[in-house]
């Protein structure tokens, strides 16, 4: 069984960047794509950014789009998500999730095993 462990969250201003980094405890996850969700207060979780297996394929949500990047080291089995120009906007609790399949998705019922999740806020 994978688990995910998030980290690298925090508070911030508007404009600054932050790198969260999800870990994976149980096994490897080198074989399974992956994805970052967030979830403001009062809101619905949301589709972040999704990668695959190994790295060659990634895609975003709009909102973020040229401001997140995901990555993933399969060696240090760990996926990452470097967040750029930080909006208000940008604040909720962000999860790492793990799907027992190779390909990204955007869809959260697609994903097997989630994160705890790490607080992200930014003040303006």
């Known amino acids: 069984q994978v688990q995910p462990v998030e980290s690298g969250g925090g508070l911030v201003q508007a404009g600054d960047s932050l790198r969260l980094s999800c870990a994976a405890s149980g096994r490897t996850f080198s074989s399974e794509g992956m994805g970052w969700f967030r979830q403001a207060p009062g809101k619905e979780r949301e589709f972040v950014a999704t990668?695959?297996?190994?790295?060659?394929?990634?895609y975003y949500a709009d909102s973020v789009k040229g401001r997140f990047t995901i990555s993933r080291d399969n060696a240090k089995n760990t996926v990452s998500l470097q967040m750029n120009s930080l909006k208000p906007e940008d604040t909720a609790v962000y999860y790492c999730?793990?799907?027992?399949?190779?390909?990204?998705?955007?869809?959260?019922?697609?994903?097997?095993?989630w994160g705890q999740g790490t607080q992200v806020t930014v003040s303006s």
């Open positions: 999730a793990a799907r027992l399949r190779p390909w990204l998705s955007i869809h959260s019922y697609e994903y097997d095993y």
């Open positions: 990668i695959n297996w190994n790295g060659d394929s990634t």
